[in-house]
């Protein structure tokens, strides 16, 4: 079956700490996002991580990609407020046959507090 | 601006009673899909279109029907919706199918009554 697992799925952390994300995933795949959400809204591309060893940064968020572990990890370094929201991986499963398709992962939702 | 321009942005309406959801990019993108947002269910995929008159099944495609007549635009259409369709859906399209991740739309509550 095909899955997309994060972890953790709740997380509240101090303003001023560092911690990480995690996505793994169970099938092949060299192709994997970062959106953001925050509450009522939709959703916003953070990170397109396109090859294994990827890693892109982007203020205090910094992604990466192993594809042999398929594994992401979204890293946050000193959080502040305004990073609260609800972050997805997804997971792009490259065709076969007709087969074609993006996973969401099901969110970890952050909340950063004073 | 590039964007994905969902319509309408709330929707309270009645059992049965036929509706659709217009989705529009302007972004020239092959790639058109449609999610829907539950509360512990995550983003599931209703259709996608890999381009115009090519639409696909998701995971949740029972009781929606899609179209791709052209490029722009992709409407959801609930012919007979029950409150079991009451969700947030989300509009999304990407250059094609792996390429750049999703622009998404601002999503349509939807509640049935």
């Known amino acids: 079956e095909l899955k997309v697992e994060q972890n953790p799925l709740f997380l509240s952390m101090q303003e001023g700490k560092n911690y990480t994300i995690y996505c793994n995933y169970s099938?092949?795949?060299?192709?994997l996002y970062w959106y953001r959400q925050d509450p009522g809204k939709s959703l916003e591309s953070l990170f397109v991580?396109?090859?294994?060893?990827a890693v892109k940064q982007e203020g205090r968020l910094m992604a990466s990609l192993d594809t042999k572990a398929r594994l992401s990890t979204l890293h946050i370094t000193a959080a502040v407020h305004d990073l609260s929201a609800t972050y997805f991986c997804?997971?792009?499963?490259?065709?076969?046959?007709?087969?074609?398709?993006?996973?969401f992962g099901p969110g970890t939702s952050l909340s950063v507090i004073p | 601006e590039a964007q994905v321009t969902q319509n309408p942005r709330y929707l309270i309406t009645v059992t049965g009673k036929k509706l659709t959801v217009t989705c529009s990019q302007n972004m020239n993108h092959e790639y058109m899909s449609w999610y829907r947002q539950d509360p512990g269910l995550g983003l599931r995929q209703i259709y996608y279109?890999?381009?115009?008159?090519?639409?696909d099944k998701g995971d949740v495609p029972e009781g929606y029907k899609v179209s791709r007549k052209e490029k722009r635009n992709f409407p959801l259409i609930l012919e007979s919706p029950s409150p079991n369709q009451t969700s947030l859906y989300f509009c999304?399209?990407?250059?094609?199918?792996?390429?750049?991740?999703?622009?998404f739309g601002s999503g349509t509550r939807l509640t049935v009554v």
């Open positions: 999304a399209s990407s250059p094609r199918q792996g390429r750049g991740g999703y622009t």
């Open positions: 279109s890999m381009n115009v008159e090519v639409t």
């Open positions: 991580l396109l090859s294994n060893g």
């Open positions: 099938t092949t795949s060299d192709r």
């Open positions: 997804a997971v792009d499963i490259p065709p076969k046959t007709s087969y074609d398709k993006v996973i």
